[in-house]
């Protein structure tokens, strides 16, 4: 059982705007940053969204990020086919331990 | 360029120990702590814990607490993963990853430990 809360599928249509839920507590997600992370199959994570909205170089303007109180989203517009992946959320938590969310796996229709 | 490379995959059987490597370059080793992330077959993301390249000091997962043990050899650039008494359910693909503001920007390709009888 993961210590922050995603939906475990998500889907969309190409050029459709699809958003990922992360729900957390004042421990996590309310007091620290929040990063998500991309994994395409057999590969490690990719970095998508630091610091709650910041994104690496590279990472293209569709992946935007926001946290509200104990909740974060990330949300995807333009979705392409290879958007297809499994999404994560992570955040540190008081404790000096970082926890992630479960993961949610995006189809692309 | 900045990377991370991890040593292979391993075969252990139940109560076993398996030592992970994870060499890293193109950075300045001791500037950057290290994390170690595991997933199970079909499953999630899972933090194991910390280590600072430069103290050697180290913080673990509660779950793993007593199992896990993290080190480094500044003269290498190379951070370990030791994880005791293995069992079934250990069986899964380890990670290192980098830390600092871009948390896990850097990851190294995994490490696959399979524990079977």
């Known amino acids: 059982q993961s210590v922050l809360t995603q939906p475990p599928s998500a889907s969309g249509t190409p050029g459709q705007r699809v958003t990922i839920s992360c729900s957390g507590s004042s421990s996590n997600i309310g007091s620290n940053y929040v990063y998500w992370y991309q994994q395409l199959p057999g590969t490690a994570p990719k970095l998508l969204i630091y610091?709650?909205?910041q994104r690496p170089s590279g990472v293209p303007d569709r992946f935007s990020g926001s946290k509200s109180g104990t909740s974060a989203s990330l949300a995807i517009s333009g979705l392409r086919s290879e958007d297809e992946a499994d999404y994560y959320c992570?955040?540190?938590?008081?404790?000096?331990?970082?926890?992630f969310g479960g993961g949610t796996k995006l189809t692309v229709l | 360029q900045v990377q991370l490379v991890q040593s292979g995959a391993e075969v252990k059987k139940p109560g076993a120990s398996v030592k992970v490597s994870c060499k890293a370059s193109g950075y300045t080793f001791t500037s950057y702590y290290m994390h170690w992330v595991r997933q199970a077959p079909g499953q999630g993301l899972e933090w194991m814990g910390i280590?600072?390249?430069?103290?050697?000091?180290?913080s673990y997962a509660q779950k793993f607490q007593g199992r896990v043990t993290m080190t480094r050899d500044t003269s290498t650039s190379t951070v370990y993963m030791e994880l005791s008494s293995l069992r079934s359910e250990d069986t899964a693909v380890y990670y290192c990853?980098?830390?600092?503001?871009?948390?896990?920007?850097?990851w190294g390709q995994g490490t696959l430990v399979t524990v079977s009888s």
């Open positions: 990853a980098r830390g600092g503001i871009l948390l896990f920007r850097v």
């Open positions: 610091r709650n909205n």
């Open positions: 280590i600072n390249p430069s103290g050697g000091s180290t």
């Open positions: 992570a955040a540190w938590d008081d404790s000096l331990s970082v926890s």
